[in-house]
């Protein structure tokens, strides 16, 4: 005989665990549905194991972190803003901090502590939590949706929400499900394209620099010659490219570019506070009192000392060339290259290497005061299944938060 619910919540991640809490408010026959054996692997992975769960910035900068989803996510946003979050948690013994760029954390630098605290939620909401259930297939029928899980369990509900996750990281549990099972219930899918994800590039010396972090920043990416994206922020390189949170939040753009050009040509500009008079009245003064220290001591109080040995290199001077003996040629180049240091950026990683999945479940057919389908009464969505995503700095798990709860309002309100 199948289980049989008021509400079945399927994944069991940021996003489906405050849905079943929301939607359950302590008397409603709630069941979460989790493949995995526990809840919220990649909420553990978030944050360095840290867990950025929201940032604490105005909502008009939320909805300007979300760009073309912004608008789409308001109602989620006002119903439970990064105030309520911080709150709910507060109000369940976890204490919060704040660190730059208005990031919050745990104060216990632990995702674990996140998750305790939603468990402990899911329990006091007597939600049942059903694990090891992969769900594969969902019809409604009668006004009763069925639910066919790979395991063989069979399970009804009046009311669903899917929060099955995107597409990365598909060893947390996070495979797509949600969007072959959207898609089978008629809802159209936006392609799935990696998002918040590392860039590679062309360089053979880009291995060199791997760990190199450079903070205060611009990065100005070209297309046919022409400026077309360019922001500022902190960058790490890696042994195949460029990360770090400014790649991270532009990677989606230069991926759509890159769709229609075989490589993107990129310019760091190391000294953006400078502009080239700036530089050159600085480096005559260094170069003037400096004297016969090597020309790499006078680069490397402006840059990390690994990045040094590159720039030299790849302007063809030595390191240990005296400062007295640069020659005026040198010194513009030095300049040049201090404001416009280049690379070429051929692809990123894959999906499943990306933070997060760009498209997914149409936001056209979603009501955005309720998160219910436009399609089928009953059914709800809610986190990263839904398509758009934020940039990086603890936007995407309030809208997990936010959507969920939402969603889980809406369906426990409704509920029989
Ligand atoms: C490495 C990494 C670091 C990150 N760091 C941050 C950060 O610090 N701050 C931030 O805001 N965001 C961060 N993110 C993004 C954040 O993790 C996601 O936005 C968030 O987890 C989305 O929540 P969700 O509940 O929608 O989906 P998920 O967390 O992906 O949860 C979906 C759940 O559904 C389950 N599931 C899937 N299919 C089925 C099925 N068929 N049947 C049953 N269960 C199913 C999965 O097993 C999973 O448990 C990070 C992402 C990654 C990969």
Same mark, same amino acid.
């Not at 479940?361 to 998160?371: A, C, D, L, Q, V």
């Given at each position: 005989m199948a289980n049989q619910y008021e509400i079945a919540v399927i994944g069991g991640g940021p996003a489906g665990c405050m849905a079943a809490i929301r939607s359950a408010r302590g008397n409603k026959d709630v069941a979460l549905i989790e493949r995995n054996p526990s809840l919220g692997r990649k909420l553990l992975l978030t944050g360095n194991g %840290?867990?950025?769960? !929201?940032? &604490? &910035?105005?909502m008009d900068v939320f909805m300007k972190n979300f760009g073309s989803s912004g608008n789409f996510l308001r109602s989620a946003f006002h119903v439970f803003s990064n105030e309520s979050l911080m709150h709910f948690f507060a109000s369940c013994g976890l204490k919060l901090k704040t660190e730059s760029h208005d990031r919050v954390f745990p104060v216990t630098d632990k995702s674990s502590s996140v998750l305790a605290i939603l468990e402990k939620c899911l329990r006091e909401n007597n939600v049942n939590i059903i694990y090891n259930t992969r769900i594969i297939d969902i019809k409604k029928k009668e006004g009763v949706f069925s639910l066919a899980a790979q395991n063989g369990i069979s399970i009804k509900a009046k009311k669903i929400i899917i929060a099955t996750g995107g597409a990365s990281y598909k060893k947390t549990g996070s495979t797509g499900d949600g969007f072959l099972i959207a898609h089978s219930l008629g809802h159209a899918i936006i392609s799935l394209v990696p998002a918040l994800v590392s860039l590679k590039a062309k360089e053979s010396w880009i291995g060199d620099l791997q760990g190199v972090s450079l903070d205060n920043i611009r990065i100005i990416f070209y297309r046919n010659n022409k400026k077309f994206v360019s922001d500022n922020g902190e960058i790490i390189f890696t042994h195949f490219g460029i990360s770090g949170p400014l790649v991270l939040d532009m990677s989606s753009c230069i991926i759509s570019a890159l769709g229609m050009h075989k490589d993107i040509e990129i310019v760091i500009d190391l000294s953006p506070g400078l502009n080239k008079e700036d530089l050159n009245k600085y480096m005559i003064d260094k170069i003037t009192t400096a004297g016969s220290v090597h020309i790499k001591n006078i680069i490397q109080d402006m840059l990390p000392k690994r990045m040094t040995e590159v720039f030299l290199s790849l302007l063809k001077i030595s390191p240990k060339k005296c400062a007295n003996q640069i020659s005026k040629k040198e010194r513009v180049s030095i300049i040049d290259m201090l404001k416009a240091f280049p690379l070429t950026v051929t692809g990123s990683l894959p999906i499943d290497e990306a933070m997060a999945t760009e498209g997914?479940? &149409? %936001?056209? /057919?979603?009501?955005?005061? !309720?998160? /219910?389908s436009r399609l089928i009464p009953g059914l709800y969505f809610a986190g990263e299944a839904i398509e758009g995503r934020g940039t990086s700095g603890g936007y995407n798990l309030q809208q997990a938060f936010s959507t969920g709860y939402l969603a889980g309002e809406c369906a426990g309100q409704k509920a029989t």
């Open positions: %840290r867990c950025n769960l !929201t940032n &604490s &910035s105005p997914g479940i &149409s %936001r056209k /057919e979603i009501n955005p005061r !309720t998160m /219910e």
